[in-house]
């Protein structure tokens, strides 16, 4: 117990419970109850880390039944959705047992990190072969297309961001990494022609023209830059953001918490927020590149640009340097499935460092 406590990576844990409590204060600001069941699944997340980082499961990563066993089972709870599952927010993407709501597509993007960091620690050496980024592509691909069909666009673009993390982190020669850009070009095309609803088109082309239906299709990003534009350096305090308090901000509780905690919090705590989160990637990264196992390197690294893609893809669409496809902040936004899967991360992260130390 002893040699546990000092080899846990407090750093880590200390990140994380920064970030959360962000969160928990913007919430309390914004909504009572949000705030209380948020504070039950921030409880549930310490021990879903803590409880990783004990029990002594990191040889599965070794085994090839159990990792795409783990692919496949999640591949199959995002079925569920499409006879079971109810519609929120326009997606059929939850699946619900009670007063339990629960996303299988988080548990797809971890599923991905785990069958990619497998497949690519096995092919080390010829990554860069067509055949093999084929096939990671297809990997990536079943679970991307079921989601981007109930419809969340969201998600199955940061399984695919995921990939092509995968393929450089591999050192892929130039040629081939712009084969698999195309294949994500023809992918994105796909799902433009196809799996789009007209209010996700609406999304982008308010992205590439930012002036137009300020009442409509850019509402949502003109109030967010509103919020945080008229923050200041100190905010206007806690319960203090008009944009935030007077309703005028939507989602502030998940897509668009970022700019509501700055509205109350200002340039300041939005400086407090953004370098806890790089010190949090940086710790990931620098964790990574120390192990000598390429499998559990590229487990720890691919979790990294789950963070990664989540916190630039929240911050960029509360700003507008990226379109809005309803992304939320890792252990910051609202919402039980993503803060116990972010959690579940850290936790694979403390285990594999704890026996690496070993």
Same mark, same amino acid.
């Given at each position: 117990?002893?040699?546990?406590?000092?080899?846990?990576? &407090?750093?880590?844990?200390?990140?994380?419970?920064?970030?959360?409590?962000?969160?928990?204060?913007?919430?309390?600001?914004?909504?009572?109850?949000?705030?209380?069941?948020?504070?039950?699944?921030?409880? +549930?997340?310490?021990?879903?880390?803590?409880?990783?980082?004990?029990?002594?499961?990191? &040889?599965?990563?070794?085994?090839?039944?159990?990792?795409?066993?783990?692919?496949?089972?999640?591949?199959?709870?995002?079925?569920?959705?499409?006879?079971?599952?109810?519609? /929120?927010? !326009?997606?059929?993407?939850?699946? $619900?047992?009670?007063?339990?709501?629960?996303?299988?597509?988080?548990?797809?993007?971890?599923?991905? %990190?785990?069958?990619?960091?497998?497949?690519?620690?096995?092919?080390?050496?010829?990554?860069?072969?067509?055949?093999?980024?084929?096939?990671?592509?297809?990997?990536?691909? $079943?679970?991307?297309?079921?989601?981007?069909?109930?419809?969340?666009?969201?998600?199955?673009?940061?399984?695919?961001?995921?990939?092509? !993390?995968?393929?450089?982190?591999?050192?892929?020669?130039?040629?081939?990494?712009? %084969?698999?850009?195309?294949?994500?070009?023809?992918?994105?095309?796909?799902?433009?022609?196809?799996?789009?609803?007209?209010?996700?088109?609406?999304?982008?082309?308010?992205?590439?023209?930012?002036?137009?239906?300020?009442?409509?299709?850019?509402?949502?990003? /003109?109030?967010?830059?509103?919020?945080?534009?008229?923050?200041?350096?100190?905010?206007?305090?806690?319960?203090?953001?008009?944009?935030?308090?007077? !309703?005028?901000?939507?989602?502030?509780?998940?897509?668009?918490?970022?700019?509501?905690? /700055?509205?109350?919090?200002?340039?300041?705590?939005?400086?407090?927020?953004?370098?806890?989160?790089?010190?949090? +990637?940086?710790? /990931?990264?620098?964790?990574?590149?120390? +192990?000598?196992?390429?499998?559990?390197?590229?487990?720890? =690294?691919?979790?990294?640009?789950?963070?990664?893609?989540?916190?630039?893809?929240?911050? !960029?669409?509360?700003?507008? $340097?990226?379109?809005? %496809?309803? %992304?939320?902040?890792?252990?910051?936004?609202?919402?039980?499935?993503? =803060? +116990?899967?972010?959690?579940?991360?850290?936790?694979?992260?403390?285990?594999?460092?704890?026996?690496?130390?070993?």
């Amino acid at each position: 117990m002893r040699g546990w406590i000092h080899d846990f990576d &407090w750093l880590l844990l200390g990140c994380v419970t920064v970030l959360a409590s962000m969160g928990l204060v913007t919430l309390a600001s914004i909504n009572t109850i949000f705030f209380f069941r948020q504070v039950l699944w921030f409880v +549930l997340a310490f021990f879903v880390i803590i409880g990783c980082s004990r029990i002594r499961w990191q &040889w599965l990563f070794t085994q090839s039944w159990f990792r795409y066993g783990f692919y496949w089972v999640s591949v199959g709870l995002l079925l569920v959705p499409y006879a079971l599952g109810h519609t /929120i927010r !326009g997606t059929k993407s939850w699946i $619900i047992l009670g007063p339990l709501q629960f996303e299988p597509s988080e548990l797809a993007k971890v599923a991905l %990190i785990v069958v990619l960091a497998g497949f690519f620690s096995r092919r080390y050496v010829a990554a860069w072969q067509s055949k093999n980024i084929a096939l990671s592509f297809v990997y990536m691909l $079943i679970p991307a297309g079921l989601i981007a069909m109930q419809p969340d666009i969201g998600s199955a673009l940061v399984l695919g961001g995921i990939w092509l !993390g995968f393929l450089l982190m591999n050192g892929i020669h130039k040629r081939r990494f712009l %084969i698999g850009l195309a294949l994500a070009v023809v992918l994105l095309f796909v799902l433009w022609m196809g799996a789009l609803r007209p209010y996700q088109k609406d999304r982008i082309t308010g992205f590439i023209f930012p002036d137009i239906d300020p009442l409509g299709v850019n509402y949502n990003l /003109i109030q967010s830059k509103i919020a945080i534009g008229s923050a200041g350096f100190f905010g206007k305090g806690f319960g203090g953001g008009t944009q935030t308090q007077l !309703g005028f901000l939507p989602e502030a509780h998940t897509d668009f918490l970022f700019a509501s905690f /700055i509205e109350e919090w200002g340039l300041l705590g939005g400086t407090v927020l953004v370098l806890t989160y790089v010190v949090l +990637l940086f710790r /990931i990264a620098t964790t990574g590149l120390r +192990l000598h196992r390429n499998d559990e390197k590229f487990v720890v =690294l691919g979790i990294g640009l789950f963070f990664l893609i989540h916190f630039f893809v929240n911050i !960029g669409s509360n700003i507008g $340097i990226v379109p809005i %496809i309803g %992304i939320g902040l890792p252990f910051v936004s609202y919402g039980g499935s993503n =803060l +116990l899967t972010a959690a579940l991360l850290i936790g694979i992260i403390e285990r594999i460092k704890l026996v690496s130390q070993t």
